[in-house]
């Protein structure tokens, strides 16, 4: 079946040093998302490509980056976790900036100790 | 806008009832609402959807309801099962911009 997978389901990093979560998606989706979510809070948009184009959201920590080397997959790597980036990372993707046929990966739960 | 707090909202129902959940959404150039369904430790699952030229959209055991007047959108759910109970979301969107605007979230709760 089409759809969104994050690697990986669980991640423990240490503060401060550095860690990456992909996605990758199997629907030829043109737009994927990288979203943050905390505890008992909506998700809260990072950034996100379009095609080959970077969009960053302003209020963005600089600590957030993301690559996508491809259309299947895109990564957010986090230089210098704080204790405050615990949360759930959601990729998403979309067709054409259509927010109809926006599909969820199953996130990625990161916890900084 | 992304909501803020650390406590949602939450409905409890009795299975076999029917729920209601309710949203007020922000921007009055909105013309595009979605509702999502999230349970624990999944991604948001698209729910139904509705554009700003109607006011009611019935799916499997789902109806939406969009009152522009005072910026309200609803989610009813038929004969609520154990299976229902997640957090619900409802965002919102220009046709014109990609990003979503999210609700709050309101979780629900089936009573057996």
């Known amino acids: 079946d089409a759809m969104v997978i994050q690697n990986p389901r669980y991640q423990v990093t240490q503060f401060g040093k550095p860690v990456t979560l992909s996605c990758s998606q199997t629907?030829?989706?043109?737009?994927m998302y990288w979203y943050q979510q905390k505890s008992s809070q909506a998700p809260k948009l990072l950034f996100h490509y379009y095609d080959k184009d970077f969009n960053n959201e302003a209020d963005t920590p600089d600590n957030f980056q993301s690559r996508r080397p491809n259309t299947s997959f895109c990564f957010l790597d986090i230089r210098s976790p704080g204790l405050g980036d615990t949360a759930m990372y959601l990729c998403?993707?979309?067709?054409?900036?259509?927010?109809?046929?926006?599909?969820f990966g199953s996130g990625t739960r990161l916890t900084v100790v | 806008g992304e909501s803020v707090g650390l406590h949602l909202p939450t409905l409890s129902v009795q299975e076999g009832d029917n729920s209601i959940i309710n949203c007020a959404y922000s921007?009055?150039?909105?013309?595009?609402f979605i509702w999502y369904k999230q349970e624990s430790g999944k991604g948001p699952q698209f729910i139904i959807d509705i554009r700003s030229n109607m006011d009611k959209r019935q799916g499997q055991r789902v109806t939406v309801l969009l009152n522009k007047t005072v910026k309200h959108l609803s989610l009813q759910i038929a004969a609520t099962q154990p299976g229902d109970s997640a957090v619900y979301f409802c965002a919102e969107s220009e046709d014109s911009n990609y990003q979503l605007i999210w609700g709050a979230g309101t979780k629900l709760i089936i009573k057996p």
């Open positions: 921007n009055s150039a909105s013309d595009y």
């Open positions: 629907l030829n989706h043109n737009v």
């Open positions: 998403a993707t979309s067709s054409d900036n259509r927010v109809n046929g926006y599909t």
